[in-house]
């Protein structure tokens, strides 16, 4: 969805703006680079905190079903599933409120990550609601140092994958994305993305600039 | 110079085209709100689960039931319960009929919960998607510029077609059931095609005010005197 963008100033030899078009050209640079906060904290939703009970309940009522009319495999299908939705709700006991993933004008960071990831590197931004979770795949450049993620045993938790094949990438799962306790559309947040990705690259024009003038 | 001259042409072309664009709609349009059908869908739906669920809640006492009384009361409750958010739902429909949405003029967009208008110049796009039950209608700001709307909270946005600022201020999103211009629907094709008009009108006088200033100025003038 980003437009990678080259950086026009950074190569040997460029020419640089000067006077009253280098004036321009910072404040463009601004502009692209005060469009987004200074930093924005994203949590999951509480998807899995409000569905878990309920679906607890669904599976006690199979588990009762199965004693009332006295088949095992029932009562084991249900004492399977409730123990399963009943550890999916512990797991999110604390959903809405960890913040597992930050966005700066320069990185991102992520709790599953040894590192941050610079978001000059990032070359294409991909969202996609796959209904369980949502996965945000940042598609790296080539060059870019890649940090290493750590596994994380959640059930539809806050994970974070970094892959070199085909093309270094990493995929950031999570089980909705809120912000400020906002739930944030796709769209939304591919727009965001983007946008912190474009605020990158202007931070890192406007610093050749300010460095060669 | 060839050069020279094929800057003048390409000038010329990008001039004329501009100036194509840039005489856009003029008029005022006002894009209301329809719900009067959903309103009057959700009132019956709730009526109908009121009906059930009470009817359930009162079964034990009407056949003098005994035992497991619960098994008649849970599921009236809940039914009473989504009856009774239906009813809310068909309330806030009813208020939401009829309003508002957006004041389209040559220059700028009101929305409904705006204090005044903003001019098109501020957007770079919108995009509008058709889902089953709604329109959702997203318009992306261009870089230095901040949204006027309000963000209502979540009832009240039932009740009224507001706009509200999204991601961190970038987008700005409202939804609507049926857009009606002069008493007539519009599906979701006309009113994109209405607002790319006037969004590209504003955006080539935008352009041509940077590039051609003299020119600008010129049809400035000739729009005021009526020519």
Known sequence: MSQPQSSNFSGEGTAYPRGAQRDAVIAELTQVIERVPEQME????????????????????????????????????????????LLLTWQHRNAGREVFMRLTRRELQHSALSGPIDLTDVVDVFVKDEGL?????????????????????VLFG??????????PHVRINSAGVASGGNKLAIDDLAALLTAYVQAALAQQQLDALQQHG | ????????????????????????????????????????????????????????????????????????????????????????????????NGRCVMVLSADSVQFANAREPTPWACFDGFEIDQRPLRMALVFSLMAGQRGQGLAPPCFKSLAAPDARPVAAGMRLRLWLFNPMLDGRRLDFEELAGLLDEYLQAAQARRTLGKLFPEVQRFSAVRHSTGQ
């Open chain 1, 133 to 153: 979770v949502t996965l945000q795949k940042l598609t790296l450049s080539e060059t870019a140092v890649l940090p290493t993620h750590r596994p994380v045993s």
């Open chain 2, 1 to 96: 110079m060839p050069c020279n001259n094929m800057d003048d042409a390409r000038r010329q072309a990008l001039l004329s085209d501009l100036q194509a664009h840039a005489d856009g709609p003029q008029q005022r349009c006002e894009i209301h709100e329809r719900a009067s059908g959903q309103a009057l869908f959700s009132a019956f739906a709730a009526a109908l689960l009121l009906f059930v669920g009470g009817w359930l809640v009162s079964l034990p006492s009407l056949i003098h039931m005994r035992s497991a009384q619960w098994l008649c009361w849970v599921p009236g409750a809940l039914l009473l319960a989504a009856g009774l958010l239906l009813l809310a739902c068909a309330e806030a429909f009813s208020r939401r």
């Open chain 1, 158 to 167: 806050n994970q974070a994958m970094v892959l070199k094949k085909p093309r």
């Open chain 1, 42 to 85: 994203f949590t999951n939703t509480k998807r899995y905190w409000v569905l878990g009970p309920v679906l607890t309940l669904g599976a006690l009522g199979i588990l009762w079903g199965g004693f009332s009319i006295g088949k095992t495999g029932l009562m084991i299908c249900g004492g399977f599933l409730t123990l399963f939705f």
